[in-house]
């Protein structure tokens, strides 16, 4: 089993363990094939970056790791627990406890402050950090109480990342987080992300059509046409201020 070149900070233990997943829509008398037959397994602790352009199946693949979606055929597990053979109360729990989720857009509420909307998250986790504990991890201790129209994007941004990390989740997935960002923003972003990677050990997975993302992981899946058609490790991990795109 691969290890990242360099470090023994992984397990070899998989997280997430997926067998020939397909994913097909119908539109209207068109079949489109989503994910094709895809194998893949990530481990404890590990950062993966999902590399891939629009329409490659990367979407997909976070959605059905994260219990939004189903395949059309094959298996996923999320350790011993299968994902494709459970309910929606059991995908339910599984989001709840188990499954951090940032998004491109922040789904913040503007009614609420910073510190508010965090804390709404703790209020249905098990076992969650202090509201206060997670805002500081992503550099947000001094906007409490702000609210999110007081904030920039990437501020905001932030606080999705700290709410979402808040519940002490074993995943964080993130789709497209810095998509909607500039370059600095994007990288204060990354920044709050992997911080929670490495401090809290969650395993993190990233999808983004962005290649010089890429530079921060261990492990890069490339996607295409539904397929995993590329898997490597990084010999060294970059940290966002050194990326460059």
Known sequence: ?????????????????????????????????A???VDLDIFEREFVVLLGPSGSGKSTLLNILG???????????????NLVGANDAELTRYRREHVGFVFQF???????????????VTEIASNPLDPREALGLVGLDQRLDHFPSQLSGGEQ????????IAKS??????????????????????AA??????????????????AAIAGMADRVLRLGGGRI????????????DELRW
């Open 229 to 240: 058609i590329g898997d490597e490790r990084n010999p060294r991990r970059l940290s966002p």
């Open 157 to 164: 941004q932030r606080v999705a990342v700290a709410r979402a």
């Open 106 to 120: 922040y789904n913040l509420i503007p009614s609420l402050t910073v510190l508010e909307n965090v804390a709404l």
């Open 169 to 190: 989740p074993d995943v964080l997935l993130c789709d497209e987080p810095t998509g909607a960002l500039d370059y600095e923003t994007g990288k204060g972003v990354l």
């Open 193 to 210: 992300i992997a911080r929670a990677n490495a401090q809290l050990g969650t395993t993190t997975v990233i999808i983004t059509h962005n």
């Open 35 to 37: 994910l094709k037959d």
């Open 1 to 33: 089993m691969p290890v990242t070149a360099g470090s023994n900070r992984l397990s070899l233990k998989p997280v997430f363990h997926a067998t020939g997943l397909c994913k097909t829509y119908l539109m209207g008398q068109v079949a489109v094939h």
């Open 67 to 81: 219990g939004l979606d189903a395949p059309t055929s094959g298996e996923a597990w999320w350790r011993d627990h």
